[in-house]
């Protein structure tokens, strides 16, 4: 309010806020069953270059009817340049699994076909296959970082991936395997 400004009836003169912040996270019903207090989440914010490792705080018990989704609340650190109105997100372990990975690189798109190299023997082969998840994911090979494809079906665990692939390589072409 500003001097001379009328008061109405039901506006707010005034707001405070206390030090702590919390995000509130919206889940769908199905999804809860996997959520507990004092579970770790990992929350990113908009306008901030790194995320918190926290942990969910409370579990509101009552359903949104319109949405069919439950609230969850997580506490943020204090002192963290935070204001009030932030978007976040959060993101919920729901559990690992293993998967077959190549390297991103090795794949070749041919329309709608996905396929890599794969070493038989001294022999290079072709294999069509099926990518899952195709968020990349890094990891270290011989120190220097390399995305990482999810791979559905046509590869076997062990199976030898050629990458880099070589220009000009063919389906027979014989290849020398160098670690």
Do not use: C, W
């Not at 019903?29 to 990113?44: D, F, N, T, Y």
């Not at 204001?83 to 372990?93: L, M, N, T, V």
């Not at 996905?114 to 099926?130: E, H, K, P, W, Y």
């Not at 991936?161 to 290849?175: E, Q, S």
């Amino acid at each position: 309010m500003e001097p001379g400004n009328l008061a109405m009836p039901g506006a707010p003169l005034l707001t405070i806020e206390r030090d702590g912040y919390r995000l509130e996270a919206s889940v769908e019903e199905s999804k809860l069953a996997s959520i507990r207090v004092g579970q770790p989440v990992s929350v990113s914010l908009d306008g901030m270059d790194h995320t918190f490792d926290v942990r969910v705080s409370e579990i509101v018990p009552a359903v949104d009817a319109a949405s069919r989704a439950y609230t969850v609340k997580i506490d943020l650190p204090s002192g963290a340049d935070l204001r009030s109105g932030i978007f976040g997100r959060a993101r919920f372990e729901a559990g690992s699994r293993q998967v077959l990975a190549i390297p991103f690189g090795a794949v070749a798109e041919r329309g709608q076909l996905q396929s890599v190299f794969v070493a038989d023997n001294g022999t290079a082969r072709t294999r069509l296959i099926t990518l899952g998840d195709k968020r990349q994911h890094q990891v270290e090979v011989d120190q220097v970082e390399v995305d990482q494809m999810e791979v559905l079906s046509g590869l076997s665990a062990g199976e030898q991936v050629i990458f880099p692939v070589p220009a000009g390589i063919a389906d027979g072409a014989r290849i020398e395997v160098r670690r």
